[in-house]
T-cell receptor
Framework: DAGVIQSPRHEVTEMGQEVTLRCKPISGHNSLFWYRQTMMRGLELLIY????????DSGMPEDRFSAKMPNASFSTLKIQPSEPRDSAVYFC??????????FGPGTRLLVL | AQSVTQPDIHITVSEGASLELRCNYSYGATPYLFWYVQSPGQGLQLLLKYFSGDTLVQGIKGFEAEFKRSQSSFNLRKPSVHWSDAAEYFC?????????????FGAGTRLAVHP
């Protein structure tokens, strides 16, 4: 199995630009989580999908952030407009039902 | 509110020495418990997990952890550390509520290994 796939692995952009992060879950996994990791706040859950439906988005920082899961094989996290404080590593994790979460390699985002 | 405390931010050990990383959680019931490891520039890899049953759980790479309900702890141990174990270690809990496992992470412990 290829594991959780995230793209891009690195992203450098300028403030105000739109950023789209992508995640392909492990085949057969029906739950998907987006996390953000920063030095100041550690690992934070942003949003959780179950069977492609957003269940808990209480961690999404503000309206500039949005996430979608149009099908079982793909999810996006979009930031529009981006700000320097959004610089972080963004992880996608997936699981089958309520079992162990498997993490992708992350996307390292730098907003200048 | 649920929380996870990893008291040690940095730990340095010599190669071959034993290791114990501490983790304490705050939750009314027994949560699901996890240890993850993150190597530099990499994602998180699951080392081991505890859901129920035997309180001493074995994981990958020679790690083990012991759940102690009375102390609300889930400490990670390894009898002999290898240089390749240098990484950051995260304890996490998942209070099973709302029908899914919402992981709450500790701040992490960064392990350095001296040759």
């Amino acid at each position: 199995d290829a594991g959780v796939i995230q793209s891009p692995r690195h992203e450098v952009t300028e403030m105000g630009q739109e950023v789209t992060l992508r995640c392909k879950p492990i085949s057969g996994h029906n739950s998907l989580f987006w996390y953000r990791q920063t030095m100041m706040r550690g690992l934070e859950l942003l949003i959780y999908f179950n069977n492609n439906v957003p269940i808990d988005d209480s961690g999404m920082p503000e309206d500039r952030f949005s996430a979608k899961m149009p099908n079982a094989s793909f999810s996006t996290l979009k930031i529009q407009p981006s700000e320097p404080r959004d610089s972080a590593v963004y992880f996608c994790a997936t699981t089958r039902d309520t079992e162990t979460q498997y993490f992708g390699p992350g996307t390292r985002l730098l907003v200048l | 509110a649920q929380s996870v405390t990893q008291p040690d931010i940095h730990i340095t050990v010599s190669e071959g020495a034993s290791l114990e990383l501490r983790c304490n959680y705050s939750y009314g019931a027994t949560p699901y418990l996890f240890w993850y490891v993150q190597s530099p520039g990499q994602g998180l890899q699951l080392l081991l997990k505890y859901f129920s049953g035997d309180t001493l759980v074995q994981g990958i790479k020679g790690f083990e952890a012991e759940f102690k309900r009375s102390q609300s702890s889930f400490n990670l141990r390894k009898p002999s550390v290898h240089w390749s174990d240098a990484a950051e270690y995260f304890c996490a809990v998942a209070p099973f509520s709302g029908g899914y496992n919402k992981l709450i992470f500790g701040a992490g412990t960064r392990l350095a290994v001296h040759p």
